[in-house]
């Protein structure tokens, strides 16, 4: 099998990330060498990896384990005990050092990302990126993690990898309306250039206006209908949303990288 070390830890910290808490180093083997039960395959499809069954078929096991064991050893995975059934599972979860290798690794991994669970997800991101734009430009502050439906620790998250390929300082653009409001302007001007420029006007637009982002010169979705001769401009935004979540995308522009990275 011609994977690299990156592309396997890479797989099993994607996997370790999906099943945050609710399978053991045994069921993330298991079902990258295809021998998953029922349940764990509806799992993976809930979280949009079921691509990864098998992904691993035809390695030992010892050498998968001991890919694992170097990643906890090495502080990207830990194990927690959770109590199941009247008892205290060992179950993995993902670190935030864990998080950062895996967007590191990210480019390597060998996922198609063209499904429908891929495409959703990115629309959800992009849902989330309309509201987080809409938060920056307000006038006054507001609590940006209620306005994106997400936790605080998945906002830092998200202003952390965003930053980083805005370049931006993340201590810093949520510090007062001023700078809110100029993190806004460089998003908005990002995510124009790097995702919605690669794009057709029309998957541009059906995409925006599905997701409720709100850009001069963005057409309503009777407009597109008319001017674009549409008949769904929601499957037109689907289709945009599998083009960014794609992996040959994803190499386009660091912006667009992190937009799939998060959709994962």
């Known amino acids: 099998m011609s994977l690299t070390l990156d592309e396997i830890r890479g797989m099993l910290l994607l996997c370790a990330k ?6 053991g180093r045994s069921g993330i083997i298991k079902f990258l060498l295809g021998e998953a039960s029922a349940s764990t395959e509806h799992l993976a499809r809930e979280n949009g990896i079921s691509e990864l069954f098998g992904a691993l078929a035809g390695l030992d096991y010892k050498d998968v384990q001991q890919s694992i064991s170097h990643l906890e050893r090495n502080g990207f995975l830990e194990t927690v005990n959770k109590e199941a059934q009247g008892k205290l599972l060992p179950l993995m979860q993902v670190t935030p050092r864990g998080l950062a290798e895996l967007e590191r690794l990210r480019p390597a991994l060998a996922l198609s990302g063209q499904g429908a669970a891929s495409a959703e997800r990115m629309l959800l991101i992009l849902m989330r990126m309309a509201r987080l734009l809409e938060g920056l430009k307000a006038a006054q502050l507001i609590d ?3 306005q994106l439906g997400c936790t605080d620790g998945q906002l830092r998250q998200y202003v952390q990898l965003l930053c980083k390929v805005l370049q931006l300082r993340p201590e810093a653009v949520l510090a007062t309306t001023h700078a ?7 998003l908005e001007r990002g995510l124009c250039t790097a995702a919605f420029a690669e794009l057709t006007e029309a998957e541009a637009q059906a995409l925006r206006c599905y997701v409720g982002m709100q850009l001069k010169h963005q057409l309503d979705r009777e407009s597109l ?3 674009y001769d549409l008949a769904s401009p929601e499957d037109k935004a689907r289709q945009a949303a ?7 995308w994803q190499h386009k522009h660091p912006l667009v990288s992190v937009l799939g990275f998060l959709s994962l």
Request: glycine share 8%; net charge positive.
């Open 225 to 227: 209908q008319q001017y």
């Open 180 to 186: 809110r409001q100029h993190f806004a302007v460089v």
């Open 18 to 23: 999906a099943f945050s808490g609710k399978r």
């Open 242 to 248: 599998a083009r960014l979540a794609g992996r040959e």
């Open 144 to 146: 940006l993690a209620a």
